[in-house]
């Protein structure tokens, strides 16, 4: 989805403290797309010498179409929030919001012992490949990239839930589907009745993972 030229475009930045960049992008990841109807647009992640990601995301803020976009810098230790769309006023609310959501966030995650932050940082992680599943359907990518969100997915969710009582439902369903589609063709886009009913399941499972993420933030 690209940006209309009449749309406005402000943003923030927030240094951070914390020596866990990656999971700083990811907290940042989650302010933005753990509300209803957020799509991502695109997505990019190098780490080097140092850790840099870059997010877009379609919404709709004050009921009108737009974007919002985050990158982190670990050299210069830093989040930087973008937001465009009609509303001036109502972006600057948005923003605001999100800055103090992530502000509170990041927090939580540096103060958390280190058996708990590893749990988050993977359901963080978790978090992301269903987002990453739903683009890629939408993008119409090859099978063997939707396929590889899934396994990653169920991988992370499994480890971050490592110890709960009780059969953990995500591990369950991710299970089945990769046994389902694992002999389709991997070089070809999901059919379109399959991807579907995928995209609607990673949405179900999105909740259960805002569900394991809320333990900790």
């Not at 070809?188 to 333990?215: C, D, F, M, Y």
């Amino acid at each position: 989805m690209e940006a209309d030229d009449d749309m406005v475009e402000i943003s923030q930045i927030q240094k951070y403290a914390s020596e866990d960049s990656a999971a700083v992008f990811r907290v940042a990841w989650y302010a933005i797309a753990s509300k209803p109807n957020v799509l991502l647009d695109q997505y990019s992640e190098a780490e080097s010498t140092s850790f840099q990601g870059d997010a877009k995301f379609s919404l709709q803020i004050a009921g009108e179409k737009a974007f919002a976009s985050v990158k982190v810098n670990e050299e210069e230790a830093s989040v930087e929030l973008h937001a465009q769309g009609k509303d001036e006023v109502a972006l600057k609310v948005y923003l605001d919001g999100i800055m103090e959501n992530l502000e509170e966030s990041i927090s939580k995650l540096e103060a958390l012992p280190e058996e708990d932050r590893s749990k988050l940082r993977r359901a963080l992680v978790a978090k992301t490949c269903w987002d990453m599943v739903v683009h890629k359907i939408l993008k119409k990518a090859p099978l063997s990239e939707v396929y590889y969100q899934v396994a990653h997915g169920r991988e992370m969710i499994i480890k971050a839930t490592e110890g709960d009582e009780g059969v953990n439902t995500i591990a369950l369903t991710t299970s089945g589907w990769l046994s389902n589609i694992e002999s389709l063709p991997r070089e070809q886009p999901l059919p379109g009745n399959i991807a579907a009913e995928l995209a609607k399941k990673s949405i179900e499972w999105k909740k259960g993972t805002h569900a394991v993420i809320g333990r900790y933030l």
